[in-house]
């Protein structure tokens, strides 16, 4: 069964598709909205670990809702919830596959996919929606990344990760200034993974 795996070139998203790839012919794949080239991170990442990529590009008007959203809401979680509900989307539609998936965890705040949500997708599109890190916390995540992956961490708006982060921050620069950035977003960190570990 094919199954294309939303993929950001993170510890999350890579540990799903380490899981899942027992079970699917997987594909890896990056949305974006064209603004970056950032998706190239997660490209080198997929091919580090083995896996085959593509990418898909999303409409640029859910791009102008989220940045929207983020402004009235003055925080970004919303913003990205909404760009993560059209990815996967966007993913039902474009790629003919039996399922899609993506590497949200248990704990997260955002994205997130409800039930209904994933009830929706799949009658929607006629594919499976599978989540393979819903069941896991943080912390279990992690020990997984730590026996399997070799991954660089740093600040979200350096590591060179493929995520809408950073697609939706050029765009928040551009039409609202660096200032407006700092407070929708907050600091925090991030992943991009380099490769399996050895001793994995």
Do not use: C
Not at 17 to 40: C, E, G, K, M, S
């Amino acid at each position: 069964m094919r199954l294309a795996l939303l993929y950001s070139g993170g510890k999350d998203s890579t540990i799903a598709a380490l899981i899942l790839d027992r079970f699917y012919d997987l594909t890896l794949v990056t949305a974006h909205f064209d603004v970056t080239d950032d998706w190239r991170h997660a490209r080198e990442a997929a091919n580090a670990v083995g896996f085959p990529f593509e990418t898909v590009e999303m409409d640029r008007e859910v791009a102008e809702e989220a940045i929207e959203i983020m402004i009235a809401d003055g925080y970004s979680r919303n913003g990205i919830q909404r760009v993560h509900e059209h990815a996967l989307e966007t993913l039902a539609d474009v790629f003919s596959f039996e399922a899609v998936a993506d590497g949200t965890r248990r704990d997260d705040r955002v994205p997130t996919v409800s039930r209904a949500q994933a009830q929706r997708l799949e009658d929607r599109y006629d594919v499976d929606y599978l989540a393979p890190l819903s069941g896991f916390g943080r912390q279990a995540v992690d020990r997984l990344v730590d026996a399997e992956l070799d991954v660089t961490v740093g600040p979200s708006e350096e590591i060179g990760k493929a995520d809408y982060e950073s697609e939706l921050r050029a765009l928040l620069a551009a039409e609202h200034g660096d200032d407006v950035v700092h407070d929708v977003f907050p600091e925090h960190t991030q992943t991009v993974v380099n490769g399996l570990s050895e001793s994995g």
